[in-house]
């Protein structure tokens, strides 16, 4: 089976994406062959198409927020059946036989993850390719189920930013009357704020900006503290367990680690690269207190998250858009003018099978 694909790529790190077609590779005994309907835009997509990290291969079809519905089974797949609703996130493969994997923590394979786009498969060494597209071929291990009652648009988020909001929740061991704080208000953050909630933490939102304060009240967030504010942020001294710094560029965290509790652990979710300033290692060290990141979850947390969110209703704020108009979302982007994630609608590229 030839699996003719159509999706937006970028050809280079300086040019828009374009219409690209190309072939998905031959799917094997254990594959799902998923038609995606909807993929969220997470702002590394930007990063990547853009080559900001410096490792960024082309052509590149950016997509890990993928949601869709089986079109076929391998002859060996047990777990999906045609036309359940199904979603595919940042992992499209790894070993499965490393101490990490075998822990369920397949972000961290030994042998490297396969990611959905920008990494080499590791049977025949073809670049994987996203889900800005009309179709993809997933083993089946890497497939996770959506459950039933959720809009499947609103769901594609949950893929990236709901599990990386997910993961340092659950580390932290996060219940009923903990004292969580998150920092910034957008794709990530949103979504760190509804699974807090949901898990019954008492959630505060520290925002420099007196808009995204007044936008929290939506999301029934228990306090809000401006940055700025330092009277504020005075208050907030030995509050919380955790603190949850989802903002995506360099910043003080020193302000964020006082507000931790003794034992308590800053998690930084959005920010990759050097701190400036530096972090003062006096609170942790007098405090006990932990400074740590996060990286998605593996594909069992996934859908634990899954799980749990269809149990309490919670999906992502979405802006539902064409595939034409991903450019536009680009910009939109970097403006910070999305509430609070892009979603792609996909269904108006149809699936050649031959």
């Given amino acids: 089976m030839t699996l003719n694909a159509r999706g937006y790529a970028a050809l280079t790190s ?32 930007l990063h990547n198409v853009r080559n900001d990290w410096g490792y960024s291969k082309y052509p590149m079809v950016p997509g890990h927020e993928i949601v869709g519905r089986v079109l076929k089974t391998g002859a060996n797949v047990t777990k999906f059946k ?39 498969d590791r049977h025949d060494e073809q670049l994987t390719q996203g889900g800005f597209s009309d179709v993809i071929v997933v083993s089946e291990d890497f497939v996770l189920r959506i459950p039933e009652g959720l809009e499947l648009s609103h769901v594609a988020p949950l893929l990236c930013a709901g599990i990386t909001a997910w993961s340092p ?49 939506e999301l ?18 030995n509050k919380f367990d955790i603190v949850i710094d989802t903002v995506p560029y360099a910043h003080d965290v020193n302000p964020f680690v006082a507000t931790l509790s003794a034992g308590g652990s800053m998690v930084l979710v959005g920010y990759f690269g050097p701190l400036d300033p530096p972090l003062n290692t006096a609170p942790l060290i007098f405090g006990q ?64 099978l031959n």
């Fill in 14 to 45: 300086a040019s828009p994406l374009g219409l690209f077609h190309f072939v998905r590779r031959d799917p094997r005994p254990d594959d799902v062959v998923i038609e995606i309907l909807y993929c969220g835009i997470c702002h590394s997509d």
């Fill in 82 to 120: 045609i036309n359940d609703a199904v979603g595919v996130g940042c992992l499209v493969d790894a070993c499965q036989t490393c101490k990490h994997c075998q822990k369920g923590d397949e972000q961290f394979c030994l042998k490297q993850p396969t990611y959905s786009y920008g990494s080499l």
């Fill in 169 to 217: 929740l659950k580390r932290a061991n996060i219940k009923q009357g903990s004292q969580v704080a998150v920092v910034g208000l957008g794709g990530l953050g949103h979504m760190a704020i509804k699974l807090a909630k949901g898990l019954g933490a008492e959630v505060t939102l520290i925002t420099r900006s007196e808009k995204k304060a007044v936008e929290s009240k």
């Fill in 220 to 237: 029934k967030v228990d306090h809000v503290v401006v940055s700025t504010n330092k009277k504020q942020m005075s208050t907030l001294r």
């Fill in 289 to 352: 207190r932990s400074f740590e990141g996060s990286l998605i979850g593996g594909i069992n947390a996934t859908q634990e998250m899954l799980d749990f969110c269809a149990d309490h209703q919670i999906t992502a704020d979405v802006e539902v858009i064409k595939i034409q108009d991903v450019n536009t979302a680009f910009d939109r982007m970097l403006k910070s003018d999305v509430k609070y994630r892009f979603v792609i609608d996909l269904q108006t590229l149809s699936v050649e």
